[in-house]
């Protein structure tokens, strides 16, 4: 099983961080003033799409 990481300090919200919408497995979300964050880990496929696309670098995959 993959162990998604977000550095909160790194993490580029815009109108919404990019991961919330590249992810293909929905592992990430936003709820109201926050950044993204991991809430279905358990889903990761560890494509690396979100990691790769994350413009502030906030994103590890580890697994």
Known sequence: ?????VNQ???VKEPEP???NLCPVS???????TKALVVHEE???MC???Q???PGQAI???G
């Open 1 to 5: 099983m993959a162990k998604v990481v």
């Open 9 to 11: 300090a790194k993490c």
């Open 18 to 20: 990019l991961c919330v």
């Open 27 to 33: 592992v990430f979300q936003v709820k109201k003033n």
């Open 43 to 45: 889903r990761c496929i």
């Open 48 to 50: 690396r799409t979100c």
């Open 52 to 54: 790769v696309n994350c």
């Open 60 to 62: 590890e995959i580890i």
